[in-house]
């Protein structure tokens, strides 16, 4: 079983750069591809990036390609998503999750972390 702290959220100006990291506590933690969501207020939660657990794969939501970057380190049990260019509509509470495929649908990963706000300002 997996717990998972997601930290580095905050206030930024819109142009800004902000590194979430996603901590894990658990032994198996480099057997699960890991994803980031996004839930803006009054909208649904959409996938962001995710990770394979080989470090090989990433995948992106259309909006992040080019911006975001996911990256692992399973020494550490972490995952990174370091956000560049950061505009107002990437306002959201953003989750780290944890299943065995890295995929966009929120039904395949079973552990999930509490949310870090991040509030981009114009």
């Known amino acids: 079983q997996l717990q998972l702290v997601e930290s580095g959220g905050g206030l930024v100006q819109a142009g800004g750069s902000l590194r979430l990291s996603c901590t894990a506590s658990g032994r198996y933690f480099k057997q699960y591809s890991v994803a980031w969501f996004r839930q803006a207020p009054g909208k649904e939660r959409e996938f962001v990036a995710a990770i394979h657990w080989n470090h090989a794969n990433t995948y992106y939501g259309d909006y992040a390609r080019g911006r975001f970057s996911i990256s692992r380190d399973n020494a550490k049990n972490t995952v990174y998503f370091q956000m560049n260019s950061l505009n107002p509509e990437d306002t959201a509470i953003y989750y780290c999750?944890?299943?065995?495929?890295?995929?966009?649908?929120?039904?395949?990963?079973?552990?999930w972390g509490q949310g870090t706000q991040v509030t981009v300002t114009s």
């Open positions: 999750a944890a299943g065995y495929n890295p995929t966009r649908l929120q039904g395949d990963y079973t552990y």
